[in-house]
């Protein structure tokens, strides 16, 4: 391929030396090569043109986009801003900065930037890039009204065209995922628990619902008690920005039926995400809530900020009224260091500041201390290898407060495990584990799930 487009090239020079713009059909030549999958000839071109121009912002965009597909990130990202401070509309570097925006995890921004480039023309590179930008958001339906227009021209980019029409094409079916785990549960305070859980999710475009039914047995030190959980909950994508959630459900325990439910808004804005919620949750997890029947209706706003390709920044904020006519106010933030971050495998480092206040204590069944503080780091590794998978989330800090009028401190320890097999293309299977010495008390629990798709 390289000869042949090196032939090419001889014969335009040969056929009209005296008017053959050589810095332009050098240009053409280096992209035909990378458009090829010669990504170094490319390269030595561009790279002989920039020097013969410092000025030429044509060759340094083309320069930066082959950077980038080669994965040399830092020297792609230095080169497109420098090519956008001169020329804010050049495509090649405008679609770098819109990866590199959806590396970072800032989506709103990297729509944006790929937005302009289309506002310029059908390219098929940024129409492919948004493409599978919306199906993580699961906005099915605008992947779908981009792909309408793309027509695969550039060699480079078909292997990618052929996977996205491939995913695309599976989403006008009506899918189905089902799920189902058992899990037993033990702490210090004499509460114990077996869960059955069965889930069912039906998704078409951008729309899902999800069925959830959990059969449970509780005992503490005093009683023992069965119950029924069913919920339905139905999630839609109305575009690339915004997503909402509706659900309903009840609670059956010794024939008496108690009802919860709620919705939540997430907006996609720049920098990450804000998330918005309301709820009314049942409370029964011993014989004194039972006894006292206590719902809590909470309202949460929760923010999730992308500060670059490394940091992350988790803010939640939380006010609860319960049916006891107590009030709560929760605020936490969480900022993450990611050391290690591939396609299949994160490991990071997350701190944790977390503060709760009630307005009152009840000695009703629920944890609810006056003015608690805890300081918590956590390791966080999800790793993925062939068909193995796990996840290590160990963590370890310092909390205190105060209830019935006296104090108490301790060291909080503790962590989430996971470790899972995938058995085929759609089924999978997965061993859990959760415990720690927090918030007043040890727990554990152990779990196993399997889920098919």
């Not at 799920?179 to 210090?188: L, N, Q, T």
């Amino acid at each position: 391929m390289v000869f042949a487009l090196l032939i090419f090239f001889v014969f335009e020079v040969s056929s009209s030396p005296d008017s053959f713009d050589y810095d332009y059909s050098l240009l053409e030549l280096a992209v035909k090569l990378y458009e090829e999958g010669e990504f170094e000839s490319s390269e030595l071109i561009l790279r002989t043109l920039i020097n013969d121009d410092s000025q030429n912002l044509i060759a340094k965009g083309h320069l930066a986009k082959l950077l980038y597909i080669r994965g040399s990130i830092d020297e792609a990202a230095k080169l497109s801003s420098e090519v956008l401070k001169l020329d804010p509309d050049n495509p090649e570097a405008l679609w770098v900065k819109g990866n590199l925006f959806y590396l970072n995890g800032d989506y709103f921004q990297s729509i944006k930037t790929l937005d302009k480039i289309l506002k310029q023309g059908d390219y098929f590179d940024a129409q492919l890039s948004k493409s599978h930008l919306l199906l993580e958001l699961n906005d099915v339906r605008g992947a779908h009204k981009i792909f309408s227009k793309m027509v695969p021209s550039e060699p480079l980019y078909l292997e990618n065209y052929y996977i996205l029409e491939s995913i695309l094409s599976d989403s006008k079916k009506f899918g189905f995922a089902l799920s189902g785990d058992y899990s037993m549960y033990s702490d210090e305070i004499g509460i114990s628990s077996n869960r059955f859980n069965l889930r069912a999710d039906f998704y078409f475009s951008n729309a899902r619902m999800q069925m959830d039914y959990t059969n449970m047995l509780i005992k503490d030190t005093s009683t023992q008690y069965s119950g029924n959980i069913l919920s339905l909950n139905f999630l839609y994508r109305l575009n690339a920005f915004i997503g909402i959630k509706a659900g309903r459900g009840i609670v059956v325990l010794d024939n008496e039926y108690r009802y919860f439910g709620g919705g939540t808004g997430d907006i996609l804005i720049p920098g990450g995400t804000l998330k918005l919620s309301f709820s009314r949750d049942v409370l029964f997890e011993n014989s004194e809530l039972m006894a006292n029947k206590i719902n809590v209706d909470r309202f949460r706003a929760g923010l999730n900020q992308k500060l670059s390709s490394v940091f992350e920044l988790n803010s939640v904020i939380e006010y609860r009224i319960y049916g006891d006519d107590n009030k709560a106010l929760e605020l936490s933030v969480s900022p993450i260091y990611y050391f290690y971050r591939k396609p299949n495998s994160i490991s990071g480092i997350e701190y944790r500041f977390k503060f709760m206040e009630y307005q009152r204590e009840t000695s009703h069944g629920y944890f609810d201390p006056n003015q608690f503080v805890s300081h918590r780091i956590k390791l966080l590794h999800d790793i993925q290898k062939g068909c193995l998978f796990y996840i290590a989330e160990p963590y370890l800090g310092f909390e205190y407060y105060t209830r019935s009028g006296f104090y108490y401190s301790a060291v909080s320890y503790g962590g989430y495990f996971s470790v899972g097999y995938k058995l085929s293309y759609n089924l999978l299977a997965e061993l859990n584990l959760d415990l720690g010495n927090s918030e007043g008390y040890k727990y554990y629990q152990l779990g196993i799930r399997i889920g098919y798709r």
